[in-house]
Structures are given as C-alpha cells and as structure tokens.
C-alpha cells in the first residue's frame, strides 16, 4: 500500500505534469486521450505517457491513469486494445469508475492498481469494501464526504484498502459529477469528459416583481485550513483537483500543501502563511465545502463571481551570464515589484534592474505572452531554471 499521505496532483498536459512533480507532487493523475473525462484538457498520447512515467520514476514518484469515463456501447470495442498500450506504459495505477473497464483491466494485467473514481460517489465503508472484493486497491472518496463521516470511514477501512480524499480544487453541484444538466442543455455528456458546466451559466428569476441573475455553482474547496486535522487520519493520498488549471495554478497550489505538510510533519502545526498563499492562485471563491455539511455559505448564488486577477507575470527559461531568459506570460512593467515561486528555495521579492526584448533593445514593458525576454533582477539571491514568477504590486 501507498504511504500515508501522498500528495496526488492534477497534469493536463506534460508541461504541467513536470511542473508537479518538480514542485512537491508525490503522485500525478493524467488523463489520455481517451476514456477520461476532462475531454477539453490536452491530454496526453501513448508516447508521452510512457516518457511522463520514466520521468516520475526517476524521482521515485508515481503517475496514475483516468480512465474514468462511465461507458456507452460505443466506447466498449477499443478498449481492451488501448488498455493495453497503457500497461506498456509502467504506470503505477488506474482511476476509473465503470465496471466493464475495470474487469477489463483485471484480465489484461492482474497486478495494475485499481483506483475506483470518485464519479462512483462512494460516501461509506461498506460501498468502499465491495470495490475491494471487486479488485480495488483504493477507493477515492465523494467530495460529499464531510470531515465526521470520513472519520468513520478511516476508521473502520485502515489497513483494509487505500482511501484517497481531496483537498482542493472545484466541487460539483451535482453528486460527483452524476449530472445531466449539460447533457439537457447542450448536448455535451459530463459523463464521458463533455461537461459545460451548465451549473455555472447566468439564469434568470422570471418573476415580474424581480430582476435578478444566480448560478448554480459551488465555491471551490480549499482545506488547507483543515489540513492537521487530516494529517491525523490513515489517508493514502491527498488529492488536489485541477487537470484544466494552469501551470502557475498547480505549482502554486502543489507546493503549498506539500511545504505546509512537511511543516507539519517537522513541528507538529501548520502556520497560516499557507492559506495566504493558495489564495494567490485562487480564480473563484473557496470554502470549506461539505467538510463541515454547510449550506447556502458554500454556493455561489449571485452572478458576481470573484473577478481573476492576472498576477503570474513569466518563468524563468534559462539562465546566461548574468541574465534570467524569461517567457512572458501576462502583460507586466518593469517597476512593477514580483516574487518567485520555487519548491527549491523560499519566495524572492525583487524588482527589474533591466529588462530587454529578443533584439536586445532596452524596454519598459512586456506585452506578448509566449515571447522572450532577457532580465537582470536587483537582488544578489538567485532563481532557479522553472521558477514562476507572480506580480505582487
């Protein structure tokens, strides 16, 4: 079995899978190209998922498989073929949610682990021991699942089967994603990686004495707070949501909790600065979700989403001589102040001693994103090759 608390982060694309791993991630989940959901990330083909495992192992870190798509007849005639390219792969693991694919999996390769998704919506031990009689070697937990009845849960699973449990990320107006809004409303099956997240749209009240818009959606989780608490539970993986999410989202997000975990871990406690810190990646409104089975304080009623405020500036692309080679990611001027972002050393605030364009042409500003730059920063301490580097005034 998995060591207790890993920490389990979202790769939608090889790009943001180094970026986990290299910022604290133990394990990543990834997605290929089909039979997972999240159909709109990049995913990855069969080449890249082989050499994203090859990379893992080599820091002795784990890569599991979605294949968690609830399956239509049309899906059944491939899979044993593609399954099979998988395994071929070395992957530690498949998440996965339908009963054809999972006993498909057990005959082709008896020894993969079975992770059973949490799409299954599994709020208790007894549904949690009949994926264990049934070939699972871990069970990821429903988002509905509060902090009182996973108590109950650990308590009479330990040493029995693995429990996985988010952390963070989006949550699901519906129950673990059993919906069919999108499907109603614009022909796009959630079920099988198509949502719209139709819960988010703008509705309208039609009553001729109000005027008012409302979503459907939910806060995003964040239990950062809630994280000692966790820490004392036998829970296999922390799992934190987010194969749509950037790569300044997931560095961020993925070094905060395994830095705020080792803190734990070295002291006994976990120091606030690390809910400051996930806030900087926030793009929506956080709550505790259903740890604590709260209500309306949890939803996100009003058509007045939190607004997403652009602060990932560039990362650091190599470094020549006495200049950082950077690529832009969002407009930013050079007196603006920044802070790198770093699972290999603390935050370094500095400012722009020079900054120059491909030409080597003096500049004040830099505008298009994916471009090249040169900086010289004013601070004798140094970044590192794939710092990310944040706006901060």
């Known amino acids: 079995m998995t060591k207790f608390h890993e920490l389990l982060a979202p790769a939608g694309n090889y790009e943001k899978a ?15 190209k089909a039979y997972s959901l999240r159909a709109r990330s990049s995913n990855f083909d069969i080449d890249e998922i082989e050499k994203i495992t090859e990379y893992a192992h080599s820091l002795n870190k784990k890569v599991y498989v979605v294949l968690n798509i609830l399956c239509h007849n049309i899906h059944l005639k491939n899979f044993e073929s593609y399954f099979k390219k998988i395994s071929n792969c070395n992957v530690d693991g498949i998440i996965c949610a339908d009963p054809f694919i999972i006993s498909t999996i057990k005959k082709i390769d008896k020894n993969m682990e079975i992770h059973i998704s949490t799409q299954q919506s599994i709020c208790n031990s007894k549904s949690a ?18 902090y009182d ?9 330990k ?23 999108s499907n109603n409303f614009s022909y796009r099956d959630a079920n099988i990686g198509g949502c719209a997240h139709s819960c988010r749209w703008l509705y309208d009240i039609e009553n001729d004495n109000i005027d008012y818009k409302f979503t459907m959606s939910a806060k995003d989780m964040a239990l950062m707070s809630e994280l000692e608490k ?31 975990i080792d803190e734990y871990e070295k002291y006994g406690k976990i120091s606030d600065k690390w809910i400051d810190e996930i806030k900087k990646a926030e793009n929506r409104e956080t709550s505790t979700a259903c740890f604590y089975n709260k209500g309306k304080e949890n939803m996100l009623y009003i058509s007045d989403e939190k607004k997403v405020k652009q602060v990932f500036a560039f990362l650091i692309s190599d470094i020549e001589n006495d200049y950082y080679i950077i690529t832009c ?5 050079k007196s603006m102040i920044f802070e790198s972002i770093s ?32 900086i010289k920063i004013n601070t004798d301490q140094k970044l590192s090759i794939n710092d990310l580097v944040r706006i901060i005034d």
């Open 18 to 32: 180094k970026y986990a791993l290299d910022f604290g991630a133990d394990a990543i989940y990834i997605g290929p």
């Open 129 to 146: 021991l009949f994926w264990k009689r049934n070939g699972a070697t871990r069970v990821v937990l429903a988002r509905e699942v509060s």
């Open 149 to 157: 009845n996973l108590k109950l849960i650990t308590e009479k699973l």
């Open 159 to 181: 040493d029995i089967i693995e429990i996985e449990y988010f952390i963070h990320g989006a949550v699901c107006i519906s129950y673990s994603g059993r919906c069919t809004m």
């Open 230 to 260: 966790l820490l004392n539970l036998p829970i296999a993986s922390f799992k934190i949501e987010g194969r749509m999410k950037s790569v300044y989202y997931i560095a961020t997000i993925i070094s905060s909790y395994k830095k705020a």
């Open 329 to 333: 990611k969002n407009y930013f001027d």
């Open 343 to 374: 699972y290999n050393h603390d935050t370094i605030q500095f400012k722009i001693a020079e900054l120059l364009n491909i030409d080597n042409e003096a500049i004040e500003t830099a505008n298009v994103p994916m471009r090249k730059y040169k």
